[in-house]
């Protein structure tokens, strides 16, 4: 198949672009009509898609540093693109954890507040307001998990050193000893 090389100007004056833009004044239109403008309309499109790869291919052959730029860009505004992308996701992950521990501490505070006795009777007790129960349920839980952590930190540290510590069996002779002669 031969491709005539069409400029885009003359794309745009061509017929083809009536069947898009045409005011009809009938309502009817004949299907064949339309389907032969729209065949020619493919036919143009193809014709200026061949004369822009050529053009490209053509920019290529004789300018090959211009690809490796025009590359180099899109590249560029692809990681910008990804970039501000994960920017926002991370932004609405600070969001979502700044939620939850608001949610955590007042789902905390409620409870304590459940639990305690009257606001009035503990300030006049304590300057300080002391905490709640769940409050220190989960500050012994957190002190015990820290205490185990440390204590399995410790049982490897001595398990290493004690590893350092075991002698070795010498290692066997590289050829075994015949037998004895007296």
């Not at 491709?3 to 061509?14: A, L, S, Y």
């Not at 833009?21 to 200026?48: G, L, N, W, Y």
């Not at 409870?111 to 989960?138: F, G, N, R």
């Amino acid at each position: 198949m031969v491709f005539v090389v069409i400029q885009p100007e003359v794309f745009e004056k061509t017929a083809c672009l009536n069947v898009l833009t045409k005011q009809e004044v009938s309502p009817c239109v004949e299907k064949e009509e339309v389907k032969v403008e729209v065949e020619r309309f493919i036919d143009h499109a193809r014709q200026m898609e061949a004369f822009f790869l050529q053009k490209r291919f053509l920019l290529s052959a004789m300018k090959p540093e211009l690809l490796v730029k025009e590359d180099n860009n899109e590249l560029k505004c692809e990681l910008q693109r990804k970039d501000e992308l994960l920017r926002r996701h991370y932004d609405k992950v600070t969001q979502w954890h700044g939620l939850l521990a608001d949610l955590q501490g007042h789902t905390v505070y409620n409870k304590c507040q459940q639990q305690s006795a009257p606001p009035a009777l503990q300030q006049a007790a304590s300057p300080m307001p002391q905490p709640c129960a769940v409050q220190q349920s989960v500050q012994a839980r957190y002190a015990q998990a820290q205490q185990m952590a440390a204590a399995q930190q410790a049982a490897l540290q001595q398990q290493a050193l004690q590893q350092q510590q075991v002698p070795r069996p010498p290692h066997p002779p590289a050829y075994p000893a015949g037998p004895q002669r007296r």
